[in-house]
């Protein structure tokens, strides 16, 4: 995600008519959003850490009005990302009984120490059972957990991997599960390279798999513009619900 400065643009006028004006904060069922008019085609909007300041950057002659359209048809999608970039969906405390998302579906966190070995399972539908040699800190639970998490994200996503791409053509030099604060993946394109976020364990497989696609149709188009787009509609024809279920809270 480049984070860019633009200095807002001195307003053109043309034929007595006042152009919008380049900088304008707006307030929007209750989100504060800084508007930016600049000469581009669409609209961008980006939540940013560390405070999840919106931003939305929008063409020059756009009317006000399909701006706040947009904003309240992404509300729910702001809002999710608002609270993963300050990191208030992630405080968790690896205690006994709290519930934990996983592929898709919460869990019940069983803990048990002093357990004569470190352990985590499924141990019955809905529990996962987190054993310890000792009593533990809320840290060594999360480190024992995170690690069991990433090993199922690599379960999951090696078989998605290897149909994906020989259905795309294409070759991934490595891939890995990694803590990411902003984003579900990323692709180096250069080194072949796609990194999976390591929060994927929350998500069902459908979205998984979407994350998994997206991040290898890079490797064939780097941008997210129309040609991507139509990859990904060949792909995965419903990839549009999978990101708003992917964004959605949960
Ligand atoms: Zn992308």
């Not at 069922?29 to 919106?54: A, F, M, Q």
């Not at 533990?136 to 998490?149: G, I, M």
């Not at 394109?189 to 696609?213: A, F, G, Q, T």
Request: hydrophobic fraction near 40%; glycine fraction near 6%.
């Amino acid at each position: 995600m480049g984070r860019q400065f633009t200095k807002p643009a001195k307003a053109k006028t043309a034929d007595g008519v006042r152009a919008p004006a380049p900088h304008v904060e707006m307030t929007v069922r209750g989100i504060r959003v800084e508007l930016l008019r600049k000469e581009i085609k669409n609209l961008h909007l980006r939540v940013y850490p560390p405070d999840g300041r919106v931003r939305i950057s929008a063409p020059r002659n756009l009317p006000i009005s399909s701006v706040v359209e947009m904003i309240e048809q992404r509300i729910e999608w702001i809002q999710a990302q608002q609270l993963r970039v300050s990191g208030t969906v992630k405080r968790l405390e690896y205690q006994d009984g709290e519930t934990h998302w996983f592929g898709g579906s919460p869990f019940r966190l069983r803990v048990i120490e002093n357990a004569g070995r470190a352990n985590v399972e499924i141990a019955e539908p809905g529990i996962i059972e987190l054993r310890t040699r000792q009593i533990c800190s809320d840290e060594e639970r999360r480190k024992l957990l995170e690690s069991w998490y990433r090993g199922q994200v690599r379960l999951r996503a090696a078989p998605m991997f290897e149909r994906w791409t020989e259905v795309l053509g294409v070759e991934v030099r490595e891939w890995r599960i990694r803590k990411m604060s902003t984003r579900w993946g990323s692709c180096n394109v250069r080194e072949r390279r796609i990194w999976l976020s390591l929060d994927l364990s929350r998500k069902s497989d459908e979205c998984l798999e979407y994350v998994v696609v997206h991040e290898l149709v890079h490797l064939l188009e780097p941008g997210h513009g129309p040609r991507f787009v139509a990859r990904m509609d060949r792909a995965i024809s419903n990839w549009r619900d999978l990101k708003r279920k992917l964004n959605a809270l949960t």
